[in-house]
């Protein structure tokens, strides 16, 4: 499995944009990458799921450079409630899955 | 649409005590998934059931863990006896059949709490 780097912290303002960015320098040609969100005293929700490029839905964007090595994480204009953990995940199988240290986000008012 | 349930919230027992975990997942997911926190570590696979049959127990850390799934529905893990080290939260997730959706999103439950004494 491909590890995962990403910042252990990061702290921003209601209204911001947060951006995490995830480093995997050793993803396989077969990878995906997905991450997942989660609340205080809750199990971790899907946000977001790319190969390459750029993919977007409703909650978040997430943008995959060429190489594939990295991969940002982005949250337009968060709020309070975005206050969560965030978890970047590389592999190539949907049913065993990988997870690490986590970025936690703390949104402020 | 219920969520994926899991029984108890909850449980503080002595060490060498047996204790059962119980997991509901959403109606119509053949996959089933235990995942573990241990002290403040990452969250770890245990084992994946598809419909009653284990797919894969790799993450199952010894003997002392028995996971079922009989009917295909609800799962059950059990330890016994259980440990210190066994403290931590238990994840339940489930999904769908991957031959209808192109990514197989897994849906977590709250979690159980197992403190041990």
């Known amino acids: 499995l491909a590890k995962t780097t990403q910042p252990i912290s990061m702290d921003s303002y209601e209204g911001q944009e947060v951006n995490i960015t995830c480093s995997h320098n050793?993803?396989?040609?077969?990878?995906?990458i997905t991450w997942y969100q989660q609340f205080p005293s809750q199990g971790p929700r899907f946000i977001i799921q790319g190969y390459k490029t750029k993919v977007t839905n409703e909650v978040a964007s997430l943008f995959i450079p060429a190489d594939r090595k990295s991969s940002t994480l982005s949250l337009p204009r968060v709020s309070l409630s975005d206050t969560a953990v965030y978890y970047c995940l590389v592999g190539d199988s949907d049913y065993k899955l990988s997870f690490g240290a986590g970025t936690t986000v703390t949104v402020r008012a | 649409e219920a969520g994926v349930t899991q029984f108890p919230s909850h449980s503080v027992i002595e060490k060498g005590q047996t204790v059962t975990l119980r997991c509901d997942p959403i109606s119509g997911h053949d996959n089933l998934y235990w995942y573990r926190r241990v002290m403040g570590k990452e969250i770890k696979f245990l084992l994946h059931?598809?419909?009653?049959?284990?797919?894969?127990e790799s993450g199952m850390p010894n003997n002392r863990f028995l996971a079922e799934r009989t009917g295909g529905t609800y799962s059950t893990l059990k330890v016994q006896p259980a440990e210190l080290e066994d403290s931590g939260v238990y994840f339940c997730?489930?999904?769908?059949?991957?031959?209808?959706?192109?990514?197989?999103?897994?849906?977590f439950g709250p979690g159980t709490r197992l403190t041990v004494l």
């Open positions: 997730a489930s999904s769908q059949d991957s031959t209808v959706v192109y990514y197989n999103e897994q849906f």
């Open positions: 059931f598809v419909k009653e049959s284990k797919q894969d």
């Open positions: 050793n993803i396989a040609t077969n990878d995906y």
